[in-house]
């Protein structure tokens, strides 16, 4: 099978500077790592989400853009942010220009992302905090670009959750945004009735094998 290319380029005057992008499947939090397989509830043997195919599957899939230099992140007793970088990565936003949402109360800074990602026609990217990684208190929002037209770096709002009187150092190499190509689709929904033959035999060979979702049903994806 052909691998779908995914480019992500740099002013070749910095491409030893910055820590590359890398599959999010090189680099596993060490939580994950050390937990069990198994464990007990009330002396019965319980599955842990360690070997839970969904759970680590969006852990792992797509790309991480990882931080491009050391940065320190504080909030002053007033809710005042404060930031500083060993680059030039750092920009703030308003409180304005996002009054009435959920995170207004928090103050929201940009990190300078110096990648142009670049992707097949027909093909956009999904920009995201890591995913289940649980990281710093320093969180991206979420967005959707069509980078196969959009030839330009595509930056990053954090919504900083620190509390008051508190600050955070941020290595170089941080895991930062999860990046994830997908190709562009029309879908039509339908809401139709169950069927429930099918439910229920699904369940038989869930209660007979409990590893058949990962066994019958799951398709490894590759990102190299």
């Not at 990281?135 to 991206?140: K, Q």
Request: net charge neutral; with cysteine.
């Amino acid at each position: 099978m052909t691998a779908t290319r995914i480019e992500f380029l740099l002013d070749p005057g910095f491409l030893d500077s910055f820590p590359h992008p890398y599959p999010a499947s090189k680099v596993i939090p060490d939580w994950f790592k050390q937990m069990p397989a198994e464990t007990e509830y009330e002396g019965q043997p319980m599955s842990t989400v360690k070997i839970c195919p969904p759970f680590l599957e969006a852990m792992t899939c797509g790309y991480i853009i990882p931080l491009p230099a050391e940065t320190r992140v504080a909030v002053d007793e007033k809710g005042g942010l404060f930031a500083e970088s060993s680059e030039r990565i750092i920009l703030f936003h308003k409180t304005e220009q996002f009054r009435g949402a959920p995170f207004d109360k928090f103050p929201v800074l940009k990190l300078i992302n110096p990648w142009l990602i670049r992707t097949p026609p027909g093909y956009s990217t999904l920009f995201l905090e890591p995913l289940n990684r649980f990281g710093p208190p320093i969180h991206p929002l979420a967005g959707m670009v069509e980078t196969d037209r959009f030839f330009r770096q595509v930056n990053f709002p954090c919504v900083v959750t620190l509390r008051r009187g508190t600050s955070v150092n941020l290595p170089k190499g941080t895991p930062l945004v999860q990046v994830i190509p997908f190709k562009r689709e029309e879908f039509h929904a339908e809401v139709l009735p169950l069927d429930m033959a099918q439910c229920v035999a699904t369940q038989r060979q869930i209660k007979e094998n409990p590893h058949f979702y990962k066994e019958e049903c799951w398709t490894k994806k590759k990102f190299s």
